[in-house]
């Protein structure tokens, strides 16, 4: 089993930043990628931004340019720095890790909220 626990969320003014992290422990050995979805309320979670092992990056449109993920390989860690914040942000944001064997594991959530 995978184990993720996330950090980082808070409240910040529009405009802000925030840089979640997220570390895996357990059976990391098949893990292949990481990344973040994030769920507003009364809807699905959606994918936010993902990092392979080697190091390919995707991200949703509505962040491009503004969020960048990046991995700590010796530290079994993933990070989200989160600019320029938006309102339209604000939701629980949840980290995952894929495994080969293990198939998708997620963190427990951590709320960000940007508002003035």
């Known amino acids: 089993q995978v184990q993720l626990v996330e950090s980082g969320g808070g409240l910040v003014q529009p405009g802000g930043f925030l840089r979640l992290s997220c570390a895996a422990s357990?059976?990391?050995?098949?893990?292949?990628?990481m990344g973040w979805y994030r769920q507003f309320p009364g809807k699905q979670r959606e994918f936010v931004a993902g990092i392979t092992n080697g190091g390919t990056t995707n991200y949703t449109d509505s962040v491009k340019g503004r969020f960048t993920v990046s991995r700590d390989n010796a530290k079994n860690t993933v990070y989200l720095q989160m600019n320029s914040l938006k309102p339209e942000d604000t939701a629980v944001y949840y980290c995952y890790a894929d495994s080969w064997k293990l198939g998708r594991g997620w963190g427990q959530g951590t709320q960000v909220t940007a508002s003035s």
């Open positions: 357990g059976s990391i050995s098949n893990i292949y990628a």
